[in-house]
Protein backbone atom coordinates (compact mmCIF):
# COMPACT_ATOMS: atom_id res chain seq x y z
CA UNK A 1 0.00 0.00 0.00
CA UNK A 2 2.75 2.53 0.85
CA UNK A 3 4.65 1.28 -2.26
CA UNK A 4 1.51 2.38 -4.37
CA UNK A 5 1.66 5.58 -2.62
CA UNK A 6 4.85 6.30 -3.29
CA UNK A 7 4.59 5.17 -6.76
CA UNK A 8 1.55 7.62 -7.22
CA UNK A 9 2.85 10.62 -6.16
CA UNK A 10 5.35 11.51 -8.88
CA UNK A 11 3.12 10.54 -11.07
CA UNK A 12 0.40 13.46 -9.90
CA UNK A 13 3.61 15.84 -9.19
CA UNK A 14 4.46 15.74 -12.45
CA UNK A 15 1.11 16.53 -14.36
CA UNK A 16 0.62 19.86 -11.82
CA UNK A 17 4.35 20.16 -13.12
CA UNK A 18 3.40 20.06 -16.42
CA UNK A 19 0.76 22.32 -16.41
CA UNK A 20 2.45 24.80 -14.17
CA UNK A 21 5.61 24.24 -17.05
CA UNK A 22 2.54 25.39 -19.53
CA UNK A 23 1.66 28.45 -17.93
CA UNK A 24 4.79 29.74 -16.92
CA UNK A 25 6.21 28.80 -20.68
CA UNK A 26 3.08 31.14 -22.52
CA UNK A 27 3.16 33.84 -19.26
CA UNK A 28 5.96 33.64 -17.42
CA UNK A 29 4.26 32.72 -14.24
CA UNK A 30 6.95 31.68 -12.40
CA UNK A 31 9.65 33.87 -13.53
CA UNK A 32 7.66 36.49 -12.85
CA UNK A 33 6.87 35.27 -9.08
CA UNK A 34 10.29 34.10 -8.34
CA UNK A 35 11.36 37.69 -8.71
CA UNK A 36 8.50 39.75 -6.90
CA UNK A 37 6.59 37.87 -4.47
CA UNK A 38 9.32 37.83 -2.43
CA UNK A 39 10.14 41.95 -2.65
CA UNK A 40 10.43 43.62 0.51
CA UNK A 41 8.59 46.51 1.67
CA UNK A 42 9.62 48.54 4.42
CA UNK A 43 7.42 49.37 7.29
CA UNK A 44 6.02 53.39 7.92
CA UNK A 45 2.74 54.10 9.15
CA UNK A 46 2.65 57.01 6.39
CA UNK A 47 3.07 54.58 3.62
CA UNK A 48 -0.46 53.42 4.11
CA UNK A 49 -1.82 56.80 3.07
CA UNK A 50 -1.45 55.23 -0.51
CA UNK A 51 -2.61 52.53 -0.18
CA UNK A 52 -6.01 54.42 1.29
CA UNK A 53 -6.10 55.77 -2.26
CA UNK A 54 -6.22 52.62 -4.02
CA UNK A 55 -8.73 51.16 -2.02
CA UNK A 56 -10.56 54.14 -1.96
CA UNK A 57 -10.82 53.58 -6.08
CA UNK A 58 -11.35 50.44 -5.35
CA UNK A 59 -14.30 50.81 -3.44
CA UNK A 60 -15.68 53.85 -6.19
CA UNK A 61 -14.92 51.47 -9.03
CA UNK A 62 -17.55 48.89 -7.13
CA UNK A 63 -20.13 51.51 -5.96
CA UNK A 64 -20.17 52.72 -9.34
CA UNK A 65 -20.68 49.80 -11.42
CA UNK A 66 -23.66 49.18 -9.45
CA UNK A 67 -24.98 53.11 -9.58
CA UNK A 68 -24.82 52.55 -13.92
CA UNK A 69 -26.87 49.87 -13.50
CA UNK A 70 -30.02 52.32 -12.62
CA UNK A 71 -29.15 55.79 -13.13
CA UNK A 72 -30.43 57.28 -16.32
CA UNK A 73 -28.43 60.21 -18.34
CA UNK A 74 -31.32 61.85 -19.65
CA UNK A 75 -32.03 65.94 -19.42
CA UNK A 76 -35.68 64.65 -20.91
CA UNK A 77 -38.15 65.94 -18.59
CA UNK A 78 -40.25 63.29 -16.79
CA UNK A 79 -42.98 63.95 -14.10
CA UNK A 80 -41.85 62.23 -10.64
CA UNK A 81 -43.96 59.86 -9.16
CA UNK A 82 -41.91 57.93 -6.65
CA UNK A 83 -41.42 57.20 -2.94
CA UNK A 84 -40.52 60.94 -2.21
CA UNK A 85 -44.19 62.71 -1.96
CA UNK A 86 -42.95 66.12 -1.46
CA UNK A 87 -41.74 66.00 -5.25
CA UNK A 88 -44.53 64.16 -6.48
CA UNK A 89 -46.17 65.81 -9.53
CA UNK A 90 -42.73 67.98 -9.81
CA UNK A 91 -41.66 67.90 -13.44
CA UNK A 92 -37.95 67.18 -13.50
CA UNK A 93 -35.42 65.79 -15.82
CA UNK A 94 -34.98 61.46 -15.99
CA UNK A 95 -31.08 61.72 -14.24
CA UNK A 96 -32.36 63.70 -11.88
CA UNK A 97 -36.09 61.09 -11.08
CA UNK A 98 -33.70 58.35 -11.51
CA UNK A 99 -31.00 59.44 -8.67
CA UNK A 100 -34.71 59.69 -6.67
CA UNK A 101 -35.09 56.29 -7.42
CA UNK A 102 -31.97 54.89 -6.53
CA UNK A 103 -31.93 56.78 -3.04
CA UNK A 104 -35.39 55.68 -2.25
CA UNK A 105 -36.65 53.07 -4.28
CA UNK A 106 -33.56 50.66 -5.12
CA UNK A 107 -32.79 48.55 -2.02
CA UNK A 108 -29.30 49.38 -0.51
CA UNK A 109 -29.12 52.46 -2.84
CA UNK A 110 -28.99 55.30 -0.88
CA UNK A 111 -26.21 53.38 0.99
CA UNK A 112 -24.20 52.78 -2.06
CA UNK A 113 -24.74 56.36 -3.39
CA UNK A 114 -23.30 57.81 -0.21
CA UNK A 115 -20.31 55.77 -0.06
CA UNK A 116 -19.61 56.53 -3.60
CA UNK A 117 -19.81 59.66 -2.81
CA UNK A 118 -17.64 59.71 0.89
CA UNK A 119 -15.24 56.74 -1.24
CA UNK A 120 -14.79 60.20 -3.84
CA UNK A 121 -14.19 62.70 -0.99
CA UNK A 122 -11.64 60.31 1.13
CA UNK A 123 -9.44 59.35 -2.44
CA UNK A 124 -8.86 62.80 -3.18
CA UNK A 125 -8.08 63.71 0.25
CA UNK A 126 -5.95 60.58 0.73
CA UNK A 127 -3.92 61.59 -3.00
CA UNK A 128 -3.59 65.23 -2.04
CA UNK A 129 -1.70 63.54 1.72
CA UNK A 130 -0.43 60.87 -0.12
CA UNK A 131 1.78 64.01 -2.14
CA UNK A 132 2.24 65.85 0.21
CA UNK A 133 4.08 63.06 2.25
CA UNK A 134 5.95 62.02 -0.81
CA UNK A 135 7.11 66.49 -1.21
CA UNK A 136 7.67 66.80 2.09
CA UNK A 137 10.51 63.96 2.22
CA UNK A 138 11.46 64.08 -1.07
CA UNK A 139 10.56 60.84 -2.58
CA UNK A 140 10.11 62.74 -6.13
CA UNK A 141 13.73 62.94 -6.35
CA UNK A 142 15.51 60.82 -9.34
CA UNK A 143 14.46 58.54 -10.56
CA UNK A 144 11.34 58.88 -9.40
CA UNK A 145 10.02 62.22 -10.99
CA UNK A 146 7.95 60.73 -13.69
CA UNK A 147 6.10 58.46 -11.10
CA UNK A 148 5.21 61.95 -9.31
CA UNK A 149 3.89 63.60 -12.55
CA UNK A 150 1.68 60.14 -12.30
CA UNK A 151 0.98 60.56 -9.61
CA UNK A 152 -0.23 64.13 -9.90
CA UNK A 153 -2.32 63.50 -12.92
CA UNK A 154 -4.20 61.23 -10.92
CA UNK A 155 -4.77 64.17 -8.34
CA UNK A 156 -5.66 66.38 -11.66
CA UNK A 157 -8.13 64.26 -12.77
CA UNK A 158 -9.57 63.12 -10.00
CA UNK A 159 -10.29 66.83 -9.59
CA UNK A 160 -12.27 66.74 -12.49
CA UNK A 161 -14.32 63.53 -11.99
CA UNK A 162 -15.50 63.95 -8.80
CA UNK A 163 -17.09 67.83 -10.49
CA UNK A 164 -18.44 65.60 -13.41
CA UNK A 165 -19.88 63.02 -10.49
CA UNK A 166 -21.11 65.99 -8.53
CA UNK A 167 -22.70 67.13 -11.77
CA UNK A 168 -24.64 63.99 -12.84
CA UNK A 169 -27.86 63.95 -10.54
CA UNK A 170 -28.68 67.55 -12.13
CA UNK A 171 -30.31 68.78 -8.93
CA UNK A 172 -30.28 72.75 -7.99
CA UNK A 173 -26.82 72.43 -6.32
CA UNK A 174 -24.80 70.86 -8.85
CA UNK A 175 -26.49 73.11 -11.53
CA UNK A 176 -25.71 75.98 -9.67
CA UNK A 177 -21.85 74.50 -9.84
CA UNK A 178 -22.45 73.94 -13.60
CA UNK A 179 -23.66 77.67 -13.98
CA UNK A 180 -19.75 78.93 -12.48
CA UNK A 181 -18.56 76.62 -14.79
CA UNK A 182 -20.48 78.26 -17.48
CA UNK A 183 -19.34 81.59 -16.31
CA UNK A 184 -15.43 80.24 -16.13
CA UNK A 185 -15.37 79.59 -19.84
CA UNK A 186 -17.46 82.35 -21.23
CA UNK A 187 -14.52 84.62 -19.63
CA UNK A 188 -11.79 83.28 -21.92
CA UNK A 189 -11.21 85.81 -24.27
CA UNK A 190 -12.52 85.51 -28.15
CA UNK A 191 -13.08 81.37 -27.68
CA UNK A 192 -15.19 81.51 -24.43
CA UNK A 193 -18.80 81.57 -26.20
CA UNK A 194 -17.73 78.77 -28.04
CA UNK A 195 -16.16 77.03 -25.33
CA UNK A 196 -19.68 77.02 -23.41
CA UNK A 197 -21.32 76.09 -26.79
CA UNK A 198 -19.36 72.66 -27.47
CA UNK A 199 -19.58 72.14 -23.62
CA UNK A 200 -23.18 72.48 -23.11
CA UNK A 201 -24.28 71.56 -26.69
CA UNK A 202 -26.13 75.01 -27.01
CA UNK A 203 -26.84 77.93 -24.79
CA UNK A 204 -26.66 76.81 -21.05
CA UNK A 205 -27.59 74.39 -19.43
CA UNK A 206 -28.65 72.69 -22.70
CA UNK A 207 -30.06 69.27 -23.02
CA UNK A 208 -25.97 67.65 -23.57
CA UNK A 209 -24.25 68.19 -20.35
CA UNK A 210 -25.36 65.35 -18.74
CA UNK A 211 -25.27 62.46 -21.11
CA UNK A 212 -21.68 64.12 -21.93
CA UNK A 213 -20.39 64.39 -18.39
CA UNK A 214 -21.50 60.39 -17.57
CA UNK A 215 -19.42 59.09 -21.01
CA UNK A 216 -16.75 61.37 -19.27
CA UNK A 217 -16.95 60.30 -15.90
CA UNK A 218 -17.69 56.12 -16.59
CA UNK A 219 -16.09 55.28 -19.72
CA UNK A 220 -13.17 57.93 -20.62
CA UNK A 221 -11.44 59.06 -17.33
CA UNK A 222 -11.80 55.74 -15.29
CA UNK A 223 -10.09 54.30 -18.04
CA UNK A 224 -7.00 56.63 -17.97
CA UNK A 225 -7.01 57.03 -13.74
CA UNK A 226 -7.45 52.75 -13.75
CA UNK A 227 -4.44 52.54 -16.44
CA UNK A 228 -2.39 55.30 -14.81
CA UNK A 229 -2.90 53.56 -11.46
CA UNK A 230 -1.11 49.92 -13.07
CA UNK A 231 2.09 52.13 -14.51
CA UNK A 232 2.39 54.02 -10.63
CA UNK A 233 2.93 51.36 -8.89
CA UNK A 234 4.48 49.11 -11.59
CA UNK A 235 7.55 51.81 -11.68
CA UNK A 236 6.53 51.84 -7.87
CA UNK A 237 8.01 48.15 -7.90
CA UNK A 238 10.69 48.87 -10.43
CA UNK A 239 12.36 51.36 -8.26
CA UNK A 240 11.99 49.61 -5.13
CA UNK A 241 10.47 51.51 -1.96
CA UNK A 242 11.87 54.20 -0.78
CA UNK A 243 12.74 54.20 3.19
CA UNK A 244 13.59 55.96 6.20
CA UNK A 245 16.98 56.08 7.17
CA UNK A 246 18.17 53.87 9.99
CA UNK A 247 20.43 50.77 11.22
CA UNK A 248 21.39 48.69 7.89
CA UNK A 249 19.41 51.19 5.34
CA UNK A 250 21.36 52.20 2.54
CA UNK A 251 20.88 53.57 -0.85
CA UNK A 252 20.99 50.17 -2.17
CA UNK A 253 19.28 47.63 -0.47
CA UNK A 254 15.50 47.89 1.24
CA UNK A 255 14.86 47.11 5.18
CA UNK A 256 11.73 45.58 5.99
CA UNK A 257 8.82 42.34 5.18
CA UNK A 258 8.45 40.41 1.71
CA UNK A 259 5.70 41.02 -0.69
CA UNK A 260 4.45 37.40 0.15
CA UNK A 261 2.70 36.06 2.16
CA UNK A 262 3.49 38.93 4.89
CA UNK A 263 2.64 42.02 3.45
CA UNK A 264 -0.14 40.92 1.45
CA UNK A 265 -1.70 40.06 4.33
CA UNK A 266 -1.55 43.42 5.84
CA UNK A 267 -2.48 45.13 2.86
CA UNK A 268 -5.93 42.47 2.40
CA UNK A 269 -6.68 43.19 5.99
CA UNK A 270 -6.70 46.80 5.52
CA UNK A 271 -8.33 47.21 2.69
CA UNK A 272 -10.78 45.69 4.50
CA UNK A 273 -10.43 48.35 7.23
CA UNK A 274 -10.86 51.05 4.68
CA UNK A 275 -13.77 48.93 2.68
CA UNK A 276 -15.45 49.03 6.39
CA UNK A 277 -14.36 52.30 7.63
CA UNK A 278 -16.08 53.85 4.39
CA UNK A 279 -19.21 52.01 4.57
CA UNK A 280 -19.39 52.80 8.44
CA UNK A 281 -19.62 56.48 7.38
CA UNK A 282 -21.52 55.79 4.73
CA UNK A 283 -24.23 54.52 6.70
CA UNK A 284 -24.17 57.24 9.52
CA UNK A 285 -23.15 60.40 7.33
CA UNK A 286 -25.74 61.48 5.23
CA UNK A 287 -24.50 63.26 2.25
CA UNK A 288 -25.39 65.31 -0.66
CA UNK A 289 -29.44 64.65 -0.44
CA UNK A 290 -30.58 65.93 -3.64
CA UNK A 291 -34.40 65.90 -2.81
CA UNK A 292 -33.28 68.53 -0.12
CA UNK A 293 -32.64 70.98 -3.07
CA UNK A 294 -34.89 70.14 -5.91
CA UNK A 295 -34.25 69.70 -9.39
CA UNK A 296 -32.14 72.34 -11.30
CA UNK A 297 -34.01 75.54 -12.78
CA UNK A 298 -31.96 77.95 -14.18
CA UNK A 299 -33.55 80.93 -12.97
CA UNK A 300 -32.93 79.84 -9.50
CA UNK A 301 -29.53 79.44 -7.21
CA UNK A 302 -29.45 77.15 -4.41
CA UNK A 303 -28.54 78.76 -1.24
CA UNK A 304 -25.29 78.44 0.56
CA UNK A 305 -24.17 76.64 -2.48
CA UNK A 306 -20.54 74.64 -1.90
CA UNK A 307 -18.46 72.46 -3.87
CA UNK A 308 -17.26 69.55 -2.57
CA UNK A 309 -14.02 70.60 -0.32
CA UNK A 310 -11.43 69.32 -2.99
CA UNK A 311 -12.78 72.22 -5.46
CA UNK A 312 -14.05 74.99 -2.89
CA UNK A 313 -10.17 76.50 -3.90
CA UNK A 314 -10.61 77.47 -7.00
CA UNK A 315 -13.93 78.77 -5.94
CA UNK A 316 -12.36 80.81 -3.45
CA UNK A 317 -10.33 82.46 -6.40
CA UNK A 318 -13.32 83.53 -7.78
CA UNK A 319 -15.64 85.02 -4.76
CA UNK A 320 -12.18 87.06 -3.20
CA UNK A 321 -11.48 88.57 -6.82
CA UNK A 322 -12.55 91.82 -7.45
CA UNK A 323 -14.34 92.19 -10.16
CA UNK A 324 -12.51 93.87 -12.39
CA UNK A 325 -13.71 94.79 -16.65
CA UNK A 326 -11.26 96.23 -19.15
CA UNK A 327 -12.05 96.62 -22.61
CA UNK A 328 -9.47 95.78 -25.21
CA UNK A 329 -10.05 95.73 -29.14
CA UNK A 330 -13.77 95.74 -28.57
CA UNK A 331 -13.89 92.55 -26.35
CA UNK A 332 -14.40 92.80 -22.47
CA UNK A 333 -12.07 91.04 -20.43
CA UNK A 334 -13.96 90.17 -17.23
CA UNK A 335 -10.85 89.45 -15.23
CA UNK A 336 -12.44 88.98 -11.91
CA UNK A 337 -13.18 85.04 -13.44
CA UNK A 338 -10.26 85.15 -15.97
CA UNK A 339 -7.81 85.66 -13.37
CA UNK A 340 -8.66 82.85 -11.15
CA UNK A 341 -8.92 80.54 -14.55
CA UNK A 342 -5.43 80.74 -14.84
CA UNK A 343 -4.56 81.03 -11.05
CA UNK A 344 -6.05 77.83 -10.49
CA UNK A 345 -4.00 75.61 -12.87
CA UNK A 346 -1.21 77.31 -12.17
CA UNK A 347 -1.55 76.59 -8.30
CA UNK A 348 -1.67 73.01 -9.13
CA UNK A 349 0.90 72.76 -11.96
CA UNK A 350 3.64 74.24 -9.50
CA UNK A 351 3.34 70.54 -7.35
CA UNK A 352 3.69 68.41 -10.72
CA UNK A 353 6.57 70.48 -11.66
CA UNK A 354 8.37 71.50 -8.36
CA UNK A 355 10.99 68.03 -8.89
CA UNK A 356 12.60 69.23 -11.97
CA UNK A 357 12.39 73.27 -10.19
CA UNK A 358 14.26 71.49 -7.15
CA UNK A 359 17.19 69.14 -9.27
CA UNK A 360 17.81 72.25 -11.66
CA UNK A 361 18.04 74.89 -8.67
CA UNK A 362 20.26 72.59 -6.07
CA UNK A 363 22.26 70.68 -9.26
CA UNK A 364 21.34 67.43 -7.35
CA UNK A 365 21.35 65.11 -10.12
CA UNK A 366 21.81 61.97 -8.17
CA UNK A 367 19.60 58.80 -7.58
CA UNK A 368 18.07 59.08 -3.99
CA UNK A 369 16.14 55.50 -2.08
CA UNK A 370 16.38 57.18 1.14
CA UNK A 371 14.06 60.00 2.64
CA UNK A 372 14.88 63.05 4.21
CA UNK A 373 13.21 64.52 7.72
CA UNK A 374 11.55 67.49 6.70
CA UNK A 375 13.09 69.37 9.03
CA UNK A 376 16.64 68.62 7.51
CA UNK A 377 15.23 70.13 4.46
CA UNK A 378 14.03 73.53 5.57
CA UNK A 379 13.37 75.51 2.14
CA UNK A 380 11.63 72.61 0.93
CA UNK A 381 9.25 71.96 4.16
CA UNK A 382 8.43 75.69 3.99
CA UNK A 383 7.46 76.07 0.29
CA UNK A 384 5.00 72.70 0.81
CA UNK A 385 3.91 74.58 4.09
CA UNK A 386 3.46 77.98 2.17
CA UNK A 387 1.44 76.24 -0.37
CA UNK A 388 -1.10 74.68 1.95
CA UNK A 389 -1.65 77.45 3.60
CA UNK A 390 -2.74 79.43 0.55
CA UNK A 391 -4.70 76.56 -0.39
CA UNK A 392 -6.47 76.75 3.20
CA UNK A 393 -7.17 80.01 2.90
CA UNK A 394 -8.71 80.16 -0.78
CA UNK A 395 -10.95 76.91 1.03
CA UNK A 396 -12.35 79.53 3.49
CA UNK A 397 -12.51 82.17 1.08
CA UNK A 398 -14.51 79.59 -1.44
CA UNK A 399 -16.90 79.36 1.40
CA UNK A 400 -17.07 83.06 3.13
CA UNK A 401 -20.99 83.52 2.90
CA UNK A 402 -21.05 80.95 5.41
CA UNK A 403 -18.45 81.98 7.37
CA UNK A 404 -19.57 85.07 7.58
CA UNK A 405 -23.36 83.85 8.61
CA UNK A 406 -21.50 81.38 10.91
CA UNK A 407 -19.51 83.89 13.16
CA UNK A 408 -21.94 86.69 12.53
CA UNK A 409 -19.46 88.82 10.66
CA UNK A 410 -19.94 91.40 7.13
CA UNK A 411 -19.10 89.11 3.91
CA UNK A 412 -17.23 92.46 3.04
CA UNK A 413 -14.67 92.12 6.19
CA UNK A 414 -14.30 87.93 5.48
CA UNK A 415 -13.73 88.89 1.69
CA UNK A 416 -11.40 91.45 2.24
CA UNK A 417 -9.46 89.26 5.44
CA UNK A 418 -9.37 86.44 2.77
CA UNK A 419 -7.80 89.01 -0.10
CA UNK A 420 -5.29 90.03 2.12
CA UNK A 421 -4.24 86.92 3.82
CA UNK A 422 -3.58 85.52 0.11
CA UNK A 423 -0.48 87.53 -0.26
CA UNK A 424 0.44 87.51 3.53
CA UNK A 425 -0.02 84.28 5.09
CA UNK A 426 1.90 82.25 2.80
CA UNK A 427 4.96 84.71 3.54
CA UNK A 428 4.76 84.26 7.22
CA UNK A 429 4.47 80.31 7.23
CA UNK A 430 7.29 80.20 4.84
CA UNK A 431 9.59 82.46 7.03
CA UNK A 432 8.34 80.47 10.16
CA UNK A 433 8.40 77.00 8.82
CA UNK A 434 11.58 77.89 7.81
CA UNK A 435 12.94 78.74 11.14
CA UNK A 436 11.19 75.97 12.87
CA UNK A 437 12.71 73.29 10.93
CA UNK A 438 16.19 75.34 11.72
CA UNK A 439 15.43 75.11 15.09
CA UNK A 440 14.56 71.67 15.28
CA UNK A 441 17.81 71.03 13.50
CA UNK A 442 19.47 72.65 16.27
CA UNK A 443 17.74 70.59 19.01
CA UNK A 444 19.03 67.51 17.04
CA UNK A 445 22.71 68.64 16.93
CA UNK A 446 22.50 69.07 21.14
CA UNK A 447 21.16 65.90 21.47
CA UNK A 448 23.71 63.85 19.46
CA UNK A 449 26.73 66.00 21.11
CA UNK A 450 25.28 65.47 24.18
CA UNK A 451 22.52 63.13 24.94
CA UNK A 452 19.05 63.37 26.09
CA UNK A 453 18.33 65.60 29.30
CA UNK A 454 17.45 63.26 32.50
CA UNK A 455 16.43 66.13 34.52
CA UNK A 456 18.90 64.75 37.35
CA UNK A 457 21.53 67.08 39.20
CA UNK A 458 24.86 66.03 40.14
CA UNK A 459 27.37 67.78 41.79
CA UNK A 460 30.83 67.96 41.14
CA UNK A 461 33.87 67.11 43.68
CA UNK A 462 34.80 70.92 43.01
CA UNK A 463 31.09 72.30 43.98
CA UNK A 464 29.65 72.58 40.75
CA UNK A 465 26.13 71.30 39.66
CA UNK A 466 25.44 70.43 36.30
CA UNK A 467 22.52 68.50 34.74
CA UNK A 468 23.36 64.07 34.03
CA UNK A 469 22.81 63.84 30.27
CA UNK A 470 21.90 60.36 29.04
CA UNK A 471 23.87 59.33 25.79
CA UNK A 472 21.79 58.17 23.07
CA UNK A 473 22.03 54.80 21.65
CA UNK A 474 23.48 54.14 18.58
CA UNK A 475 19.47 53.59 16.04
CA UNK A 476 18.83 56.79 17.41
CA UNK A 477 22.22 58.38 16.58
CA UNK A 478 22.15 56.77 13.27
CA UNK A 479 18.84 58.60 12.66
CA UNK A 480 20.12 62.03 13.82
CA UNK A 481 22.82 61.88 11.54
CA UNK A 482 22.51 59.66 8.06
CA UNK A 483 21.30 62.30 6.19
CA UNK A 484 23.07 65.24 3.62
CA UNK A 485 23.36 68.82 3.67
CA UNK A 486 21.06 69.88 1.08
CA UNK A 487 21.49 72.56 -1.35
CA UNK A 488 19.25 74.94 -0.14
CA UNK A 489 17.02 76.57 -2.94
CA UNK A 490 18.14 80.11 -2.09
CA UNK A 491 20.45 82.30 -3.57
CA UNK A 492 24.15 83.18 -2.41
CA UNK A 493 25.10 79.87 -1.57
CA UNK A 494 28.57 78.26 -1.43
CA UNK A 495 30.24 74.94 -2.61
CA UNK A 496 30.42 73.87 0.35
CA UNK A 497 26.60 74.55 1.13
CA UNK A 498 26.25 71.81 -1.08
CA UNK A 499 25.52 67.81 -0.57
CA UNK A 500 28.05 66.39 1.75
CA UNK A 501 28.30 62.44 2.34
CA UNK A 502 25.48 60.31 3.98
CA UNK A 503 27.38 59.36 7.04
CA UNK A 504 28.36 61.79 9.24
CA UNK A 505 30.11 61.87 12.49
CA UNK A 506 28.01 62.83 15.79
CA UNK A 507 30.18 65.88 16.00
CA UNK A 508 30.38 66.73 12.53
CA UNK A 509 25.95 66.44 12.04
CA UNK A 510 24.99 69.17 9.16
CA UNK A 511 22.99 72.00 9.78
CA UNK A 512 21.96 74.14 7.47
CA UNK A 513 22.64 78.05 9.98
CA UNK A 514 20.59 80.50 7.45
Known sequence: MTATREASNPQEASKGERVADWLDGRLGIHTLGRKYLRKVFPDHWSFLLGEICLYSFVVLILTGVYLTLFFHPSMNEVTYHGSYVPLNGVRMSEAYASTLDISFDVRGGLLIRQLHHWAA?????????????????????????????????????????????????????????????????????????????????????????????????????????????????????????????????????????????????????????????????????????????????????????QPDWYLGFAEGLVRVMPGWEITLWGHTLVLGVLIPVVVFPLLLVFIGVYPFLESRLTGDKREHHLLDRPRNRPTRTAIGAAWISLYLILLAGGGNDIVATRLHLSINTVTWTVRIAV?????????????????????????????????????????????????????????????????ELVGGESHRDRAEPDRVDPDQVSLDRR
Open 423 to 487: FVLPAVVFVVTRRICLGLQLRDRELVLHGRETGLIKRLPHGEYVEVHQPLDQARLHTLTAHERPG
Open 121 to 305: LIFVAAMLTHMMRHFFTGSFRKPRELNWVFGWTLLFLGLFEGLMGYSLPDDLLSGTGLRFVNGALLSVPIVGTYLSMFLFGGEFPGHDIVPRFYSLHVLLIPGVMAALVVVHILLVVYHKHTQFAGPGKTERNVVGTPFMPVYLAKAGGFFFLVFGGLTLIAAVAAINPVWVYGPFRPDQVSTGA
